[in-house]
């Protein structure tokens, strides 16, 4: 099988790694390889064997699995990118953190043209799983795609054979988990500001025994200042998400706004400047906290 991955950020660089590693044919797009920051891409790709497309249309040209993995906000405008040059029943295997609404307009898109669509919810951070991280798979075309990314080395399920359920499942879990992040970094945060971190700690502790948490934040602040704005995009569509379930999505847009937040300090070098060694890796998340305070406007 031929695979065509759009995006080749950290998810799309990883799924080419495991690939072909396994002998597949990889072909490739980002819109990040026509700036300033393409080259560490075209770098990787030449060391890793993987074909990179001058447009969407030339990376999914034959390819008979097509796999977006890029920002939530676009995984519409890469389906309609990629459609009029899909191969005849090409899958489409839609990776973004998109909401149910988002998910069903781009299968009409991929569909419409010949394509089959089939969305998938990736259910929990891919590095330490890599490609074999637990994939949730929906749509009428999901059960014929299973085996075959089965045999590629993912682990996929099939969920529904309706469109929206497994984006759903995604988004809701997000409400919580993307939400305990931003809850984390501000309570956190305000209690280093108060001195109470310590006591704050000792009572969550208590409370939830089970749970490391100096090493829990210390993980959530590594997590949020490195991919704060794939988060922010990825709550944004949650917040749709619960809107479309007739909600006002109150958590869902703080944790989103929480999040960009935190990648506009990244981005401005508040954390450290981004690509270096000690980049958002304090073992110790106070010193992440001090830099947000210091770097915060207060009235």
Known sequence: MNVALIGYGEVGRILAEDLRARGVAVSAYDLKLDTD??????EHAAAHGVVLGAAH?????GAELVVSAVTASQAVAVAQACA?????GAFFLDFNSASPGA???????????GGRYVEGAVMT???????????????????????????????PKVVSDKLGVASATK???SVMIKGL???????????????VEDAVIASLQ?????????KQGAYFFQRVIEHGRRRAEEMREVAQTVREAGLEPFSAAGTAQRQAGMADLADAGAFGARGTPGFARSADWRSEADRLLSNSTRD
């Open 37 to 42: 920051h393409g080259q560490p891409l075209r």
């Open 57 to 61: 249309a030339q990376a999914v040209h």
């Open 84 to 88: 009029p040059a899909l191969a005849k």
């Open 103 to 113: 998910k069903c307009r781009a299968a009409e898109v991929v569909d419409a043209a």
């Open 125 to 155: 951070s891919v590095p330490p799983y890599r490609i074999k991280v637990p994939l949730l798979l929906g749509g009428p075309h999901a059960e014929a795609l299973r085996p075959l990314l089965a045999d590629l080395g993912f682990v």
């Open 171 to 173: 988004m809701c879990r």
């Open 181 to 195: 992040e931003a809850m984390v970094i501000e309570s956190f945060s305000t209690a280093r500001h108060y001195g």
């Open 206 to 214: 208590e409370t939830f025994p089970g749970i490391d948490w100096e």
